[in-house]
């Protein structure tokens, strides 16, 4: 089957798209919406201009649509980019890394059944803390781009997180009542590697800028592509 994958270049949509690849799903492109507001109900905005650099490492085509990002005004922009990436590269569903959000996977199902689309969402209600440690076993690593909760420290922020750092945020959720996963919008990821990347995405420049109380946010500048060295037996 022919599909196209929902990507923000974020953990989610990174994951869904490698479970799409691995159950034997066509992956013909990335479709990555970019707002123009970054308090959008549906998609991604922190660093998203930046997905450019994952979907070379992925050696995927990416289609790259902008959004005002205004609440249902967004969704016809989605709609416009459901129908024409179904036209152009004949694909039936759409993949997604929807975990818990009715409003976002309510919203991506209508339109794509309005457009005549099949919705894949493999994430849907996964154990969220089993989810973040499996994510790290298997090889994928991200950074934290954002924060908008109580309990996560700013100094994650911008660093590939390890094991420990995941097992610190699974703590903090249990004891500030957050979301582990972060699907809350408590918090954004960026996604450095990944077992379907040709290439690792290295971080050379960024800021972290503070925007209130508990909401931070780390701003890509720069960065490039390395050759992965595979391990030898």
Known sequence: ??????????????????????????????????PHRSDSWMFHYPNVEWTRYQAEALDIEQV???????????LEDLRRAFADVKGRFGVTGIVTGALLSDYQRMMINIIAHEVGLRVYSPLW???????????YRQGFRFVLTSISTMGISPRLLGRVLMLSDIEE????????????????????????DAPLFRYR?????????????????????????EPKVLDKA
């Open 1 to 34: 089957m022919r599909v196209c994958s929902l990507f923000s270049g974020g953990k989610d949509s990174t994951y869904a798209l490698h479970w799409a690849v691995l159950k034997g799903f066509d992956v013909v492109c990335l479709l990555t919406l970019k």
């Open 64 to 74: 790259i649509y902008e959004t005002n990002g205004v609440k249902d005004v967004e």
């Open 125 to 135: 209600r996964k154990d969220q803390v089993t989810y973040l440690r499996d994510l």
């Open 169 to 192: 945020l699974i703590k903090s959720a249990a004891k500030y009542g957050f979301n582990p996963a972060l699907e809350g919008g408590e918090g954004e990821t960026f996604v450095v």
């Open 201 to 225: 995405i290295v971080i050379d420049d960024g800021e972290v800028k503070r925007l209130d109380q508990y909401s931070w946010i780390y701003v890509i500048k720069a960065v490039h592509l």
